[in-house]
Nanobody, 119 residues
Framework: QVQLVESGGGLVQPGGSLRLSCAAS????????MGWSRQAPGKQRESVAS???????SYLDSVKGRFTISRDNAKNTVYLQMNSPKPEDTAVYYC?????????????WGQGTQVTVSS
């Protein structure tokens, strides 16, 4: 069984920095694209950033230049470095990954981690 476990969320001041991590575990053969999404209260979930197995990245326009997604394939881990966060970045952040595992090829999601940007 595949699991994605996020960590690193919490309270951060505007203009500060925070790094989220998400580690995949289980009987994994390959991990393809990985990404981060977020959902604020009363809003739909939106994709924040994604990264392919080859390292190509894409970002939500509102976080470009502030957030950086990266991955460590040896550790099956994806990161989201959040620099200069704004109060509007407050949300539950979820990681997801496209994984080929013993059980087949599926898209998996983590349980979410709260990020609150406030002074």
């Amino acid at each position: 069984q595949v699991q994605l476990v996020e960590s690193g969320g919490g309270l951060v001041q505007p203009g500060g920095s925070l790094r989220l991590s998400c580690a995949a575990s289980g009987s994994i053969f390959s991990i393809y694209a990985m990404g981060w999404s977020r959902q604020a209260p009363g809003k739909q979930r939106e994709s924040v950033a994604s990264i392919t197995s080859g390292g190509s990245t894409s970002y939500l326009d509102s976080v470009k230049g502030r957030f950086t997604i990266s991955r460590d394939n040896a550790k099956n881990t994806v990161y989201l470095q959040m620099n200069s966060p704004k109060p509007e970045d407050t949300a539950v952040y979820y990681c997801n990954a496209d994984i080929l595992a013993v059980g087949g090829h599926n898209n998996y999601w983590g349980q979410g981690t709260q990020v609150t940007v406030s002074s």
